[in-house]
């Protein structure tokens, strides 16, 4: 490296600390304390001067990181030789990591937070496999997926509260309802893209939220739906006393009873559905529909020229990727038993796209990996309360720095004409 | 040789601007048919006339099949491809880049390929009768990657392709829709003589093995002159000439159009 990168990286990053300034200077440095009658501003120069201290170096460390390209880094190293394993043996890392998911309740480490961590991470891997069929594969940027999810968890409250049929019934009819919105959505969305498309999602997203908010009389607005019915093992309820006529999980297998045998289904259930998601989308992504969807993403104008009916098959798209929605709606209220419109912000939407894109558009695998990290560190922080989301940010940030196309971008053809050469 | 395409006093305006006036020529079956011009002229206006991009202000167009006759404005946007089979491809080069060569050729058939697969239900049951179509699908675009050299290539992304292969492979993957008329825009564009002369020979290929019409929009004069049946000039939106590529070379008209008039 020479010297004149080391001074043009250190001007830029003063730059950048200047930035930072403009930024926390307002926003951090002049808070407001309400003394007696009115409020004042104390300044805290201190932390402003330490967050932009921590910008210009952070910044310079990047710098000279891509100012040395073609020195190895240990990250980089350590990242590509990820990828290679991952793409090279992508069977048996699956495999691995499937058996590892099914033992993973057993192992002698885990504990309720970690079942329940897992159970989180599962949930947001199924939801980053549905919005991938939408984002991924029909490159339809879609901010407002949380929307389906919402539908998915509503309708199986509402369903499951009034009727009180069962969850194995609930739960298509919740997908069914997602699926319908998500063509609802999608015809006035079809002429639409990029930009313009991402802000019309976006919006629907929060009509949907406010609709929930307001319409009192089905939704009970803010106060939201309780009550909801927990799953049951195939018609055995995980109850400490089951009611009369009925037997309880427990008894039935003639075990001690324990809260984590509720838990630990709802694990299973969630990795059941998240694995059919992840199989479904895997194997339309090499039938037609799945080709048209890529091929749209690619050029829309050239499929057009080729006879494929744009609508139908972005209003598959659309519908597919919400009912996969609807589906992790309906486990997020069976496993919560509560839900009002406060689960489904905007936020959600933007944790799942980013574990969609920081995972690598299109790839299964990647997005497994962006839960992990994304969500697995959040987690990692919990006892930072509001600190966490820095480290959200700061995963992002690693991510976007080291593979700009997302952990595993690669795609693999559907269909090969000369076989797997390797 | 009978009619295959019929364009009938075809106008489009655009607000004020006459992209098309009154323009009215005739392509016949296994024909090649060039339409020249200088640039401007509107020759690419035609071409999304006839493939449903745009809707003309005026005119009509009928592609003749047997006896019957079938009005190409009934029809917009992807129908044009999908029923009455006009093909087309582009002056920039529109392929899926990321997808590789034979998904390319396979997203061409996707409706046929839509409803063996049952619309998707037989294909995620992996039922056999739908496996057998698509290796018919594989089958035919094996057969036209064969013609254009590119088999070995088959499971490469379409965007790390040479340019010249690229053309070619927009050229077999609009004849994967077996369209009865193909429209090509500018195919030889950035092209070198070497592989002009490949375009030829498939082009002739095209022309004589499949009963395929030819539209052709071209700026290189060997091509044009080449392997053109029939010759219509465009200038301003109008038709200036038409007659076979010899007549056309010696036409005071067409001179004048490119090169001006002599003071």
């Given at each position: 490296m020479e010297k004149k990168d080391i001074i043009q990286s250190f001007k830029d990053s003063l730059f950048t600390g200047l930035i930072a300034l403009a930024l926390f200077g307002p926003i951090v440095g002049l808070r407001t304390a309400s003394k007696g009658e009115g409020l004042y501003i104390t300044p805290q120069w201190g932390i402003v001067f330490l967050l932009v201290g921590l910008c210009i170096l952070g910044r310079f460390l990047i710098n000279l990181n891509s100012a040395r390209?073609?020195?190895?880094t240990f990250f980089s190293k350590f990242t590509s030789k990820f990828s290679a394993i991952t793409e090279d043996k992508a069977k048996h890392f699956a495999i691995t990591a499937i058996l590892f998911a099914v033992v993973f309740p057993f192992?002698?480490?885990?504990d309720r937070y970690f079942m329940d961590v897992a159970i989180m991470i599962l949930t947001y891997i199924m939801l980053g496999w549905g919005l991938n069929i939408v984002v991924g594969l029909a490159g339809l940027l879609d901010l407002g997926y949380v929307a389906f999810y919402a539908v998915g968890a509503y309708s199986y409250a509402l369903i499951a509260t009034t009727f009180g049929w069962s969850f194995w019934i609930c739960l298509p009819l919740a997908g069914l309802f997602a699926a319908f919105f998500g063509i609802l959505l999608g015809f006035p969305v079809l002429r639409l893209r990029g930009d313009y498309l991402a802000i019309v999602t976006l919006g629907f997203g929060e009509i949907i939220r406010i609709i929930l908010i307001n319409?009192?009389?089905?939704?009970?607005g803010p106060d939201g739906i309780t009550g909801i019915p927990r799953p049951s093992f195939f018609g055995l309820p995980f109850k400490r006393s089951p009611d009369e006529g009925e037997t309880s999980f427990h008894l039935f297998f003639n075990l001690e009873y324990s809260t984590m045998h509720r838990i630990i289904f709802l694990y299973y259930l969630i990795l059941v559905l998240a694995l059919i998601t992840n199989y479904f989308t895997l194997k339309i992504r090499k039938l037609p529909v799945g080709r048209a969807w890529e091929a749209l993403r690619e050029d829309e104008i050239a499929c057009k020229s080729l006879g494929v009916n744009p609508t139908n098959t972005k209003l598959t798209a659309f519908a597919i990727g919400a009912m996969f929605g609807g589906f992790a709606g309906s486990f997020f209220a069976t496993r919560q038993a509560f839900i009002s419109p406060e689960s489904f912000t905007f936020i959600e939407s933007a944790i799942i796209v980013a574990i969609v894109v920081l995972g690598g558009m299109g790839s299964q695998t990647g997005v497994v990996l962006a839960s992990i990290f994304l969500i697995g560190i959040t987690e990692m922080f919990r006892d930072l309360e509001q600190y966490r989301m820095i480290a959200f940010g700061g995963a992002m940030v690693l991510i976007m720095v080291f593979k700009p196309k997302g952990i595993l971008a690669n795609r693999k053809p559907t269909i090969l004409m000369h076989g797997d050469k390797k | 040789m009978s009619n295959l395409l019929s364009v009938e006093n075809l106008t489009m305006k655009f607000g004020g601007l006459t992209a098309i006036d009154d323009l009215s020529f005739d392509a016949k079956n296994n024909q090649i048919t060039s339409i020249i011009g200088p640039n401007g002229a509107g020759k690419t206006t035609v071409f999304n006339c006839l493939t449903g991009f745009y809707k003309p202000t005026n005119g009509q167009m009928f592609l003749h099949k047997e006896d019957s006759k079938i009005s190409l404005r009934k029809y917009t946007d992807f129908k044009i491809a999908y029923v009455a089979k006009v093909a087309r491809t582009f002056q920039n080069i529109r392929l899926f880049p990321a997808m590789s060569v034979l998904e390319n050729l396979l997203v061409a058939q996707h409706n046929e390929l839509m409803v063996a697969s049952g619309y998707s239900l037989y294909g995620l049951l992996n039922l056999k009768s739908y496996r057998d179509k698509e290796q018919l699908a594989v089958d035919k675009a094996k057969y036209w990657l064969d013609i254009i050299g590119l088999t070995h290539r088959?499971?490469?992304?379409?965007?790390?392709?040479p340019y010249g292969d690229q053309r070619k492979l927009e050229i077999v993957r609009a004849m994967c829709i077996e369209p009865r008329l193909l429209c090509l825009d500018?195919?030889?564009?950035?092209?070198n003589p070497k592989e002009s002369a490949e375009l030829n020979k498939l082009l002739k290929f095209i022309k004589t093995e499949k009963q395929t019409g030819i539209l052709l929009i071209e700026h290189d004069m060997s091509v044009v002159m080449g392997i053109s049946d029939h010759v219509v000039v465009l200038n301003y939106g109008k038709k200036i000439f038409e007659g076979t590529a010899n007549q056309t070379k010696n036409s005071k008209e067409v001179i004048e159009a490119y090169l001006g008039v002599d003071e």
């Open positions: 390209k073609n020195e190895i192992l002698p480490f885990t319409w009192y009389e089905v939704t009970n | 088959a499971d490469d992304n379409a965007g790390d392709l500018e195919p030889a564009a950035g092209l």
